[in-house]
């Protein structure tokens, strides 16, 4: 989306939703214009406004021209708009439907903030067969690997994956501590003798260098990017890397231009979560706790089949924001939950068919008072969401316009989807902060933020997770800190609640 | 700003949640309406040690809670196990305090109503459960009533 501005959206001047019906059109319209007929509205922008709403009824009231004007706008980039009815399925279809927390906002002296729910379908089904996957593993043998059974749980993982690669698909093996080194070429997963003894042959022994590691991998996995398919880097560590995160990042920045997405595996306790969720979310990848066998049995065939069953090559977010709008955060919520950047462009990841994106993005509105009034529509985002299919053929795009009438607050609430969804982005920030104020040396205040999520998951019958976040407030309360592992459990598990509930019910019927 | 109505923590406008508690803060009376899902009830099934009953003393009528639980208490719904012998007087919000099993204990947590609730004359603070014993006397506003659990062995062999 360039500089130039878009149509006018004749619907958000009406105040109508694009499935709105020929009366609701007309009855928009005699309510508009008698708000902004310039004989009874004086401000300065009236007249200018009701030329709009005259030209909005000329071309929604005749069927033809709606029709024609439907199809141009391709119209899924008003907010809180359902698909236009009618229109074909097919790829050129929109998949874009977005919501927002409120479409009409006061404008007020102090800021405010202001969500917004994408809720996106690849055009495209599922292949019937499944795309050559290349997948390098780099894996962790420094010394504190050989406690507690991690080597053990690394390679569980490894073979759960291998367990459901096909024929077709090659995998490469990084091992590292001190220094990387190459353990396995890229072989075909014919060779599945060759694959297991290098496998077998990870030895512990050293500290833990990440960013020498995936440079390494990336010299080799480089060279023989998969064109037809695709190629995954999966880092396996237990550990934290000092000093050469940034590197690190930037390397996985290369990657997300290649086309390569990076997933990342902590094991135990100790690894360092921001910055393995950091280097996934660079490629649209995502971090795993892998606690347990249980767990990676759970994860792994699902995140392999996800690629193999991709419907996209590349879902990549492209965006400008408007002048003193802070995109705050930035949400995947399904497939994988992930934080993802905030800067443009930001890479989304992959579904596979009857998966969707769903992005929710919290913004902070400047004072609006003193440029802006009541009546005028407030642009806060333009973008795009280009979507690359297998095979060639040019990107499928989803224009992003996210704008807000200005007024009086609606007195509609929130969207159910917009509510759960930031609900649910406060569980998982209430016990981040109460971390945070654990390590800052304010126990009093953690323990406050843990009972207080504790009641209201309790609230809401997340009794599982009530449970954890209230074992880690009595540990607190007995004066103890709570294990690294504690912290890790409580970080995935909130992490998790974000899941929409649909995809947290299917996770729990698979699993039992 | 905007206040938070549960624990007074500030907030920037358009916010929808606490980041403190947690709490709601669009439109509170709404708020609670929304029912727990059905997977708590499954989920809770074969963990449920009791039967529930409720006594209301005034009118001296037994209602027995359905299924599993979390049982929602108020006006809110006419579904909801004790509704039809609230009145207007009674001071009862629509949703104000849930029991719900959790490792085989009954717990009572007051869900932020207006006129509060009460167990053995204690207050109890909004959103902290609290567990409760059989022949405990819980209070909604003004309405009493005492709680009773009955083994299953017990319901089974005397219908």
Redesign the interface.
């Given at each position: 989306m360039g500089t130039t501005r878009p149509q006018p959206n004749y619907y958000e001047i009406l105040g109508i939703s694009p499935n709105a019906t020929p009366q609701e059109i007309r009855q928009a319209y005699l309510e508009a214009v008698r708000r902004w007929h310039p004989d009874r509205n004086k401000t300065p922008e009236a007249h200018e406004v009701f030329l709009l709403v005259r030209e909005a009824y000329e071309i929604l009231s005749n069927p033809a021209l709606r029709k024609d004007y439907d199809q141009r706008m391709g119209f899924t980039i008003a907010p809180r708009t359902e698909p236009i009815l009618g229109t074909a399925p097919g790829p050129r279809a929109p998949q874009l439907r977005i919501r927002v927390?409120?479409d009409q906002?006061p404008p007020?002296d102090?800021?405010?903030?202001?969500?917004a729910l994408l809720n996106l379908r690849s055009p495209w089904p599922e292949p019937e067969r499944p795309h050559p996957l290349t997948l390098w593993f780099v894996l962790d043998q420094s010394n504190s690997m050989r406690k507690e059974g991690k080597m053990a749980l690394q390679k569980a993982a490894v073979r759960y994956a291998l367990n459901i690669l096909r024929p077709e698909d090659q995998v490469g093996i990084v091992g590292f501590h001190d220094r990387p080194r190459l353990l396995l070429p890229l072989t075909p997963m014919k060779e599945r003798g060759a694959i297991e003894r290098a496998l077998e042959s990870l030895r512990p022994g050293g500290g833990t260098e990440i960013a020498q590691a995936v440079e390494l991998t990336w010299r080799y996995a480089q060279q023989r990017l998969s064109q037809r398919g695709l190629t995954a880097i999966w880092l396996f560590t237990d550990g934290r890397t000092y000093g050469d995160e940034d590197r690190a990042l930037s390397l996985a920045r290369q990657w997300a231009e290649a086309g390569v997405i990076c997933d990342t595996f902590g094991i135990g306790g100790d690894w360092n979560e921001s910055f393995l969720e950091d280097l996934a979310a660079q490629t649209g990848g995502a971090s795993y706790f892998l606690d347990s066998e249980s767990t990676a049995q759970q994860l792994i065939p699902e995140k392999v089949e996800r690629y193999h069953y991709a419907t996209v090559r590349r879902a990549r977010f492209t965006f400008t924001l408007s002048p003193q709008v802070q995109l705050t955060g930035l949400y995947r919520m399904s497939p994988e939950v992930a934080h993802l950047p905030t800067q443009s462009p930001v890479q989304l990841g992959l579904v596979r068919g009857g998966e969707r994106w769903l992005l929710l993005l919290e913004m902070?509105?400047p004072p609006l008072r003193a440029t802006h009034r009541e009546g005028q529509t407030y642009q806060v985002l333009y973008g795009r969401i280009g979507l690359l299919p297998w095979g060639g053929g040019p990107e499928h795009e989803e224009g992003v316009v996210l704008q807000v009438r200005l007024g009086e607050r609606a007195p509609s609430?929130?969207p159910r989807a917009?509510?759960h969804a930031?609900?649910r982005l406060?569980?998982y920030?209430?016990q981040r902060?109460s971390r945070e104020a654990l390590h800052r040396g304010q126990p009093h205040k953690a323990r406050?933020?843990l009972?207080?999520?504790a009641?209201?998951l309790?609230?809401?019958?997340r009794?599982r997770a009530?449970?954890q976040v209230k074992r880690v407030e009595r540990r607190l309360r007995a004066g103890a800190l709570p294990s690294a592992k504690d912290e890790k459990v409580l970080e995935y598990g909130t992490r998790l609640l974000m899941l929409p509930?649909n995809v947290d019910?299917a996770r729990?019927r698979r699993s039992s | 700003?905007i206040r938070c109505p549960v624990?007074g923590a500030t907030?920037?406008?358009?916010?929808?949640?606490?980041?403190?508690?947690?709490?709601?803060l669009?439109?509170q009376e709404?708020a609670h309406d929304e029912t727990?899902?059905p997977?708590?009830e499954t989920?809770?099934l074969d963990a449920c040690p009791a039967q529930v009953q409720l006594w209301l003393e005034r009118d001296d009528v037994t209602v027995d809670l359905p299924g599993s639980g979390?049982w929602d208490l108020g006006r809110a719904a006419k579904s909801l196990p004790l509704t039809a012998y609230i009145r207007p007087q009674d001071g009862v919000s629509r949703r104000h305090a849930?029991l719900?099993w959790?490792?085989d204990r009954l717990?009572l947590?007051d869900?932020g109503s207006t006129n509060g609730t009460k167990i053995n004359g204690q207050r109890l603070q909004p959103?902290?459960?609290v567990p409760v014993r059989d022949g405990d006397v819980v209070q909604m506003g003004r309405l009493r009533f005492y709680v009773h659990l009955i083994p299953h062995e017990a319901t089974e062999s005397n219908p």
């Open positions: 927390s409120y906002i007020l102090e800021p405010q903030v202001w969500y902070r509105l609430r929130p917009v509510r930031v609900e406060t569980w920030r209430m902060a406050k933020l009972r207080n999520l009641a209201r309790t609230q809401r019958g009794l009530a449970a509930e019910a729990r | 700003m624990c907030a920037l406008e358009g916010s929808l949640y606490c980041s403190e508690c947690g709490s709601p669009w439109e709404q727990t899902s997977q708590t989920r809770l979390p849930r719900y959790e490792n717990y947590v869900l959103w902290q459960p």
